[in-house]
């Protein structure tokens, strides 16, 4: 039987993670619960989704404004088997308690403190880990990016340790008109920034160190790392391992994807929903070995690449899936992620 699955918060991540459980054959969107009463909530409305009030004072503002209410976030809880909270940060974390006084499994997003779930999932890494779990946290979209690619190289037994340096989007594009850094640039204060801890939450044992500025733009991430190797390698061997992620897709700068919005306008092209990247898009002609020294840099779809994981992750938490190969390539090609 499939899964039904409670979408707490209807925003950037959230739609996306509806569209992408509704395309799955082993689990069901049993509902959206938000506050909001505007064109977001009636873009789910006529997708056919049913809708819940996350409050009291928002079951009256939906219900003034047309929205038809199918009940209140406890009577979607009640009918469903899992949750997954895409509320704006720190938000989530008050939801928490809800949770598990209904007795349901929920995932977070990378917003929320590991700490709040004592547990942060990458499905490439610790899938395993994750198996039958009450809750866990999908790490964030640069905290993704840096565990796919260097749990590719440790796997290979060729990561000695790792140092990046994060361009981060300002803002999320739909947001750019109400705020967010213009002519000029932002850098984190704290050396490591936050994403290289972060990683560390999955995988203890990676010998990372993050850097990060804010940039003014808002299509996505730029990372630029330099990776000390266990040993001499070759480019060739480097691409090769790699490879062994399928969430991983190399790009050229020679082939004329020389920048983010050059790379977006391609997935836009390819027909994927808002020009979605699921993927690390790494590139092939810039990466250069030099003895056992490593240097590569890639794009993040701060928007996109934590979907993929957190449909992972319902089937790690629910145990609809225990093979961590069997439920990516399964996402995989429900999102069209294929070579």
Known sequence: MKKKI?????????????????????????????????????????KGYPIYAATDAAKVSMAQAGVPLAGIMADLLDIADLVVDCTPKKIAAQNVETYREHKIKFILQGGEKHETTGHSFSAENNYTSALHRESTRVVSCNTTSILRTLTTLKKANLLENACGTLLRRATDPWES??????????????????????????????????????????????????????????????????????????INYSDGLVSNNTIKEMYLDMGRPWGDMYEVALWQDMLKVEGNELYYAYVVDNQAIVIPETIDAIRALTGMEENAEKSILKTNISLGIVR
């Open 6 to 46: 409670a979408l707490i918060g209807y925003g950037v991540i959230g739609k996306r993670v509806a569209d992408a459980i509704a395309l799955q054959d082993d689990m069901e969107l049993a509902g959206v619960c938000d506050v909001i009463s505007d064109w977001r909530i009636q873009t789910a409305v006529s």
């Open 177 to 250: 008109h109400l705020g967010g850094i213009m002519n000029t640039m932002v850098p984190e204060k704290d050396i490591p920034s936050h994403q290289g801890p972060d990683a560390q939450s999955v995988d203890p044992e990676l010998d990372v160190v993050t850097m990060a500025v804010k940039v003014p733009e808002t299509l996505s991430h730029l990372h630029y790392w330099n990776v000390r190797l266990t040993r001499k390698a070759d480019k060739k061997e480097i691409i090769d391992v790699l490879q062994t992620s399928t969430r991983i897709t190399f």
